[in-house]
């Protein structure tokens, strides 16, 4: 059975940093690109970020919200999906989503996903 499973979510104040953890397991995912999405109350899932591996390097896509301050990375080893998260805002108040396709793009609508994570919530006070 494919799971993945968000850990790391929690409260931080304005300006604060959080690391979000995804771990895989039931299959590889060495080839698929993982990432984040996030909902926030009443609003749709949005795409966050995320890295698709081949032999020569990462390829990163970062929502424009969040370049500058987020950085996915990658522990193939442990087949686990990081996001440090730093400067938070209010506005990045939302629970986050781990996902996994094939391919993931800014533009990837959430019906186009393979594979999700049950969520963790992450609050950002002010």
């Known amino acids: 059975q494919v799971q993945l499973v968000e850990s790391g979510g929690g409260l931080v104040q304005t300006g604060g940093s959080l690391r979000l953890s995804c771990a895989a397991s039931g299959r590889t995912f060495s080839a698929y690109a993982m990432g984040w999405f996030r909902q926030a109350p009443g609003k749709e899932r949005d795409f966050v970020a995320s890295?698709?591996?081949?032999?020569?390097?990462?390829?990163?896509y970062y929502a424009d919200s969040v370049k500058g301050r987020f950085t996915i990375s990658r522990d193939f080893a442990k087949d686990t999906v990081y996001l440090q998260m730093n400067s938070l805002k209010p506005e990045d108040t939302a629970v986050y989503f781990c996902?996994?396709?094939?391919?993931?793009?800014?533009?990837?609508?959430?019906?186009?996903?393979?594979?999700w994570g049950q969520g963790t919530q992450v609050t950002v006070s002010s």
């Open positions: 890295i698709k591996d081949s032999w020569r390097s990462a390829t990163l």
């Open positions: 996902a996994a396709d094939s391919r993931l793009l800014p533009t990837t609508t959430p019906g186009q996903v393979d594979y």
